[in-house]
C-alpha cells in the first residue's frame, strides 16, 4: 500500500513557474514508477510525464516536453514536477500515479496508486 499527497499548486501568470511535489507514505517509495498527469474541466485525465523507479529514464507528453521536468528524491519519498514557461492551457487539476514495475507508464490505466489532486491555474 502506499498513499500520495500532491502539494505546490497555485495561480501564476504566463511564462512563470511552479514545482508540485508528490509525497509518499506507507511502503518503500523506490519500488514504485511515477507518473503525472492532468485534467481541465470538462476534459479526460491526460498523461503527462512519467519516470522509472530509479528515476533514470523520463518520458513526456508533447504538449510539454521541453517544458516540464519529473523527478524524484527517494530518499525523501517524494516525487516532483518541475513546470516553466507555463501557458494557460496548462490550467488543470494535477495528480501524481504510482505502481509497482521497472519500465515507466503513461496510461491512466497502468496505475492504482493516485493522490487527491493540486490546482494548477495560469493567468494570461
Known amino acids: 500500500q502506499v498513499q500520495l499527497v500532491e502539494s505546490g499548486g497555485g495561480l501564476v501568470q504566463a511564462g512563470g513557474s511552479l514545482r508540485l511535489s508528490c509525497a509518499a507514505s506507507g511502503r518503500t517509495f523506490s519500488s514504485y514508477a511515477v507518473g503525472w498527469f492532468r485534467q481541465a474541466p470538462g476534459k479526460e485525465r491526460e498523461f503527462v510525464a512519467a519516470?522509472?523507479?530509479?528515476?533514470?529514464?523520463?518520458y513526456y507528453a508533447d504538449s510539454v516536453k521541453g517544458r516540464f521536468t519529473i523527478s524524484r528524491d527517494n530518499a525523501k519519498n517524494t516525487a516532483y514536477l518541475q513546470m516553466n514557461s507555463l501557458k494557460p492551457e496548462d490550467t488543470a487539476v494535477y495528480y501524481c500515479?504510482?505502481?509497482?514495475?521497472?519500465?515507466?507508464?503513461?496510461?491512466?490505466?497502468?496505475?492504482?496508486?493516485w493522490g487527491q489532486g493540486t490546482q494548477v491555474t495560469v493567468s494570461s
Open positions: 500515479a504510482a505502481r509497482g514495475g521497472r519500465s515507466y507508464y503513461t496510461s491512466v490505466d497502468d496505475y492504482n496508486y
Open positions: 519516470t522509472t523507479w530509479t528515476g533514470s529514464l523520463a
